[in-house]
């Protein structure tokens, strides 16, 4: 086992303060960079395939798998930052990133439909790896600091935002007649940047506890506090990316331009990280649970916003209350995770929960190509009611039960 990069804490566990400085600073400059791959695949995933499938019907099938990625790396990246560090997942995510562009790029030139799912499999990988920077933001950080440090590290997604979607409009025609070729080769040169970034990236030193792992992973997924963490995170993000996967074929559809769908979708990841600047100071005054439940209102109202109509306003509004939404209820959700487990337990239990919540996501994805396909943008707003409701269900007896006092062991009231 490789630490050499790790840290000694003190008896609390807290990283001496430049330690924790230097690895936010880092995690939030790579969480901008790294949120070119996502968006570069759902800017294009659905056009690309359009133009490579075989048939209409699986044109958002790129995206689905990589969603699929993202479940499927979760749990062996979790082992990876167990038995070796986060800096070697870190490393291993990134090299998936690279991967991605070049396999995507060489897909778009042969006209390989098959090659760029590959690609976009091992770019979900990549944005497996990415999710785990927010827990990794809250490790050696002193417990009342986590959600502000989880939340600042998002908030570098906001760069990504911006830088995502322009770097679409600005490359996809420079290697004509291939579209999108250009772009792929610059999203594996962005991915490389990361890579550098994280080597500086410093972690506390593991305990003989932490490597054993702690509780059985049964015993902390029956809490009722875990359990509607893993139901809110889950919902948030199926709904955002069921809505997010469709809405650039939706728009093109509807006879909306390639450059609007790539500004909506900018506004769309900006709204999605741009808050993180002030939800963790939400979260530690109102409580995980409350924003996390305002980001489920807010999710259901960007459905309501796109029933409305298929005007590119219509679209563009939908979008950006949707980021808002993901935001509250992703980052809500991932601090009532922070409460249900022990030091020890933090990177089983952490890739628990986003297995979980990716794992479903996957089933919403590969359901979104198909219902906009079959039965139109109306019915796919519509389905994206359920799982909302679910989580706010979960949240609500979750809720009943912290007020009743009746805390699991290794709950943090």
């Not at 400085?21 to 996502?38: D, F």
């Not at 500004?263 to 996390?292: D, E, N």
Request: include cysteine.
């Amino acid at each position: 086992m490789n630490h050499r990069h790790a840290v000694p804490a003190d008896a609390s566990g807290v990283l001496p303060e430049n330690v924790q400085r230097g690895n936010i600073w880092r995690l939030a400059i790579a969480q901008a960079l790294a949120g070119a791959n996502t968006v570069v695949v759902y800017a294009t995933g659905a056009i690309v395939g359009d133009m490579l499938a075989p048939t209409p019907v699986l044109a958002t099938l790129p995206i689905s798998i990589f969603v699929v990625g993202m479940a499927a790396c979760i749990l062996p990246v979790g082992a990876i930052a167990r038995r070796h560090g986060r800096r070697a997942a870190f490393l291993a995510g990134t090299g998936a990133g690279v991967l991605t562009g070049l396999l995507a790029m060489l897909a778009v030139i042969l006209g390989w439909f098959w090659l760029f799912c590959l690609a976009t499999f091992f770019g979900g990988g990549y944005a497996a790896v990415v999710l785990s920077f927010r827990f990794a933001a809250a490790d050696g950080v002193a417990p009342k600091r986590r959600a502000r440090a989880l939340s600042f590290v998002m908030a570098g997604g906001v760069a990504a935002g911006v830088v995502g979607p322009q770097l679409v409009t600005w490359t996809m025609d420079w290697w004509p007649p291939h579209m999108f070729a250009a772009t792929f080769l610059v999203q594996a040169a962005v991915a490389a940047l990361s890579a550098l970034i994280l080597l500086g990236v410093r972690s506390p030193t593991p305990t003989t506890a932490e490597i054993a792992g702690g509780r059985p992973l049964a015993a902390i997924a029956l809490q009722p506090r875990f359990v509607a963490a893993a139901i809110c995170g889950a919902a948030s993000y199926l709904v955002m990316n069921f809505l997010m996967t469709a809405a650039p074929l939706a728009m093109h559809i509807s006879g909306h331009s390639q450059t609007s769908a790539n500004l909506g979708l900018q506004w769309h990841v900006i709204a999605m990280y741009a808050p993180s600047f002030f939800t963790g100071s939400l979260i530690a005054r109102f409580g995980a649970m409350r924003v996390a439940t305002v980001g489920l209102l807010l999710t259901g109202l960007s459905a309501a916003i796109g029933l409305g109509g298929i005007e590119v306003m219509h679209f563009w509004w939908m979008l950006v209350l949707l980021g808002i939404g993901w935001n509250f209820g992703f980052l809500g959700a991932s601090a009532l995770v922070l409460e249900c487990h022990r030091a020890e337990e933090k990177t089983r239990v952490q890739s628990l929960n986003d297995f979980i919540v990716f794992g479903l996501m996957a089933i919403g994805s590969f359901l979104s190509g198909g219902l906009l396909a079959g039965y139109g943008w109306d019915t796919v707003l519509w389905v994206s009611f359920a799982p909302l409701a679910i989580a706010f269900t979960g949240l609500l007896v979750a809720g009943r039960r912290r007020k009743a006092g009746s805390l699991e062991p290794g709950e943090i009231g």
